[in-house]
């Protein structure tokens, strides 16, 4: 079936320092994928989206390449900050006959220290 | 513009005890609609999704029920709670059709 698996927590970085959280998918067709944020206490937040192969999706200065070569979709942000500190889910979207269902990674829990 | 409303925000039951959580979506209609379960540790679940008034499908047999006696309300249900119901549950919306859910702040569960 599809699934989701994303590298384990927690990450932690000092900040300014380059985040890397890998994502891949396993899925019949063509899915579209996901990053969530979660900041502490909160519910989720849609951070970014690609549809289809090659798309980036990018917010907030994290960007995340659709590669259906590899069936990743890998989330990157150049300088990261304190305020960046939260739980990324990955998820891609299955489903059909008029719902969505979101399914997603167990998440990676990123710390970022001053 | 839409909004989504979960309540209550945090609730601590004995085992045993009844549970209902309730979700609401303002500024649209006939959303689909969902309830997410994230244990301590864990990531998320899909418990409950539904397309309309009376239609629930359950991805995991489970305690919990769902019922939606309204377009836009969304209950999640138990008679009596078990130590392992305990986490964050999500309720979230979507828009027929379209690929992205909007999810509500969380209703967090301790069971003792």
């Known amino acids: 079936g599809n699934s989701v698996t994303q590298m384990e927590g927690p990450v932690t970085l000092s900040e300014e320092a380059f985040l890397t959280i890998n994502c891949t998918y396993t899925?019949?067709?063509?899915?579209?994928l996901f990053w969530y944020v979660q900041y502490p206490g909160e519910g989720l937040q849609l951070l970014l989206k690609?549809?289809?192969?090659?798309d980036k999706g990018s917010n907030k200065g994290f960007e995340a390449t659709y590669r259906k070569e590899t069936t990743s979709f890998h989330l990157e942000k150049g300088s990261v900050q304190v305020s960046d500190s939260a739980v990324y889910f990955c998820a891609l979207i299955s489903g059909g006959g008029g719902y969505n269902k979101l399914i997603f990674g167990a998440g990676t829990r990123l710390a970022v220290h001053p | 513009s839409q909004t989504i409303h979960q309540w209550p925000a945090t609730l601590v039951q004995p085992v045993g005890s009844p549970l209902s959580l309730e979700c609401t979506v303002e500024g649209t209609s006939n959303p689909n609609l969902y309830w997410y379960r994230q244990a301590a540790g864990r990531g998320l679940q899909l418990l409950f999704y539904s397309v309309g008034i009376g239609q629930i499908s359950s991805e995991v047999p489970q305690n919990l029920s769902a019922s939606r006696p309204q377009d836009r309300q969304f209950i999640l249900s138990s008679k009596k709670l078990l130590l392992s119901d305990s986490g964050f549950y999500l309720c979230?919306?979507?828009?027929?059709?379209?690929?992205?859910?909007?999810f509500g702040a969380g209703s967090r569960l301790t069971v003792l």
């Open positions: 690609a549809t289809k192969a090659d």
């Open positions: 979230a919306w979507s828009v027929q059709g379209a690929n992205v859910l909007t």
């Open positions: 899925a019949t067709g063509y899915p579209s």
